[in-house]
């Protein structure tokens, strides 16, 4: 078992990867022509931006807790 201490860089090296993956959703899905992957794309990238929203809040509460 872990401690909330050593959790901490994991999410955050986890988050780091979701921002670089949203970023290279967001390039794909400007330069897709069709709506319809367009639109997939749009889907995965609100699915990512609600992954990092809860990581984000569990992050914050993980620092409040260590203090």
Not at 14 to 22: F, M, P
Request: overall charge positive.
């Amino acid at each position: 078992m872990k401690t909330i201490a050593e959790m901490i860089p994991e999410y955050e090296a986890n988050l780091d990867a979701l921002r670089a993956r949203r970023l290279e959703l967001l390039e794909q899905r400007r330069t897709e022509p069709r709506f319809e992957l367009r639109y997939r794309l749009t889907g995965r990238i609100v699915a990512i931006n609600q992954i990092i929203a809860s990581t984000t809040a569990a992050l914050a509460a993980m620092m409040d807790y260590g203090k």
